[in-house]
């Protein structure tokens, strides 16, 4: 009789802390973003800080969720292999090739225009061809789209960030320089020398996603995390956090 009470007791035991175990909120551990160091998307200033419209969004994901949430700010390439070895959960990133067998889908984010930016005396152009030979500023690392990628006729000159490249085109060491649009600084006008720019020509849209890491365990997180950012578009934040901030500075075609 007591054997039998003892096992009974300790069935009990095991029962409840099996039940404890699972009733315990998953949200508890942080899941990890890796953001790609690239302006005005994320950086790290000289004092340590992060900022950028990515951190933002990180920010605005933490007030709408109660899971935890860590984040590094790294070169595009680690962001990249830190969710494809499972050592991040989830990274904000566009759609490029290959993206997909290393990460799921979870949210959409935005759509941007690739410009093509020349001086304001410059001319529109058509296609990359007719820029066949020169010299033409981008972000190494960064998907403008296939076609840039694909384009053999230009030079394709890899610059600091979309600022760098227009104080190069100021200074005639540039024919042109590709960015996205939410990523031409403001003003146009890195020297302040008053020179303005123009699109010389519209290339690809792009589609920027949250992706979850297809070795990530975190599936509870991305839902909760899809439905944020639902709610970010409903309530009209996602448009305020990457509105076209300088479109209407360029001169247009």
């Known amino acids: 009789m007591l054997r039998a009470l003892l096992y009974g007791a300790f069935v009990l035991l095991v029962s409840l802390g099996s039940v404890a175990l699972q009733g315990k909120p998953v949200s508890e551990d942080p899941v990890t973003f890796s953001l790609a160091a690239i302006e005005p998307w994320a950086e ?32 595009h390439s680690r962001a990249i292999l830190e969710m494809e070895e499972g050592y991040a959960d989830f990274v904000p990133t566009f759609v490029a090739p290959g993206i997909n067998k290393i990460g ?21 152009v058509d296609s990359l061809d007719e820029l066949e030979g020169e010299n033409v500023g981008y972000l190494s690392g960064t998907w403008y789209g296939h076609t840039f990628a694909t384009n053999e006729a230009i030079r394709k000159v890899p610059v600091n960030n979309v600022a760098h490249g227009l104080r190069l085109l100021q200074r005639d060491r540039l024919r042109a320089v590709v960015a996205s649009e939410v990523a031409i600084p403001a003003g146009f ?24 890491s297809r070795s990530s365990p975190r599936e509870e997180a991305a839902e909760a995390i899809a439905a944020a950012i639902e709610g970010l578009h409903e309530d009209g934040t996602m448009e305020r956090l990457f509105r076209n901030r300088y479109e209407a500075d360029i001169v247009r075609e």
């Open 104 to 124: 799921k889908p979870v949210a959409d984010l935005l759509e941007v225009q690739v410009l093509v930016l020349g001086r304001a005396d410059d001319e529109p």
């Open 44 to 75: 790290r200033t000289q004092e340590g800080e992060r900022r950028g419209l990515l951190v933002d969004l990180v920010g605005e994901i933490r007030s709408r969720t109660d899971i935890p949430i860590r984040y590094q700010v790294r070169p």
């Open 189 to 212: 006008d890195p020297d302040g020398s008053g020179a303005p720019v123009r699109t010389l020509m519209r290339l690809d849209t792009l589609k920027g996603k949250i992706y979850m």
